[in-house]
């Protein structure tokens, strides 16, 4: 995604999802650059392998995003402008983004929960290894997440429930299913951290992340210091708004992806 990519994405790896170590590991295993996940051998947290997304489909009003945009944006920690392109494609229960700017391309994998888009990405044509959690944030504190790992079209889903702290910091407990169906369970630590979060999993693995938080919901990128992340809004006019970086960014990039 980001054009700038000087290349020194650091989403401290997150795997979300509690998913096992090998979650960072395994979760975006295989796949061709198509992210078609074909079959993707270790997914997900806490345990692995792969399921049929729980996903939700898109409600009826929400505008699909798949497409080609034009895309505009700053990038992260003051590095300037940049334009570029976008192409969106539906993977199941997931998305592969893939940027065009200038001679530089990126790719990565996107999960949905209504009009809220979040995307780990990095430099090159191949996305793997790079992972993304949604989180929508309840009135209580909870957490209810949905993950995605770059070359695996299935999705996987965790709740995570607060025990302790104020917003969006504090200690979980999280349970889920990883895209294989097979449940798992975990500690989750959230800190705040600059302009984002770092997220901590433990509990059978010991894996990091880092996020940004808008209104209700946050998006985590992790897969190591190669990985970024994006948060859209998908706009009623199919225009996405972004806000993307990385756990070494002093200030975040911004995004606009308007529809060709």
Do not use: H
Request: hydrophobic letters at 30%; aromatic letters at 8%; a neutral charge.
């Amino acid at each position: 995604m980001k054009k700038t990519k000087n290349t020194t994405w650091v989403v401290t790896s997150l795997c979300v999802l509690l998913l096992a170590m090998s979650a960072c590991e395994q979760k975006t295993d295989s796949v061709p650059p198509v992210n078609t996940a074909a079959g993707n051998a270790g997914n997900s947290a806490a345990t692995s392998n792969t399921k049929p997304a729980d996903a939700k489909p898109a409600a009826a009003s929400e505008t699909e995003i798949a497409g080609d945009y034009t895309v505009s944006g700053t990038n992260e920690s003051g590095g300037g402008a940049y334009t570029g392109d976008l192409k969106v494609t539906k993977r199941d229960a997931v998305y592969q983004f893939s940027w065009q700017s200038g001679p530089n391309t990126y790719d990565g994998v996107g999960v949905r929960i209504g009009n809220d888009v979040a995307v780990a990405f990095t430099e090159g044509s191949d996305g793997k290894g790079c992972g993304v959690v949604l989180y929508s944030i309840g009135a209580n504190g909870d957490l209810d997440g949905k993950a995605g790992y770059w070359g695996v079209n299935n999705a996987e889903m965790e709740t995570a429930k607060r025990e302790s702290g104020t917003g969006l910091e504090g200690k979980y407990k999280v349970s889920g299913k990883n895209t294989a169906g097979n449940p798992y369970t975990a500690d989750l630590s959230v800190k705040n951290d600059g302009e984002g979060y770092g997220f901590e999993w433990s509990g059978g693995v010991s894996l990091t992340g880092f996020g940004v938080q808008r209104g209700n919901t946050a998006a985590v990128g992790f897969g190591g210091q190669r990985c970024a992340f994006v948060l859209y809004e998908a706009k009623p006019d199919g225009t996405l708004e972004g806000k993307w970086g990385s756990q070494n960014s002093k200030s975040f990039g911004t995004e606009t992806a308007k529809r060709k």
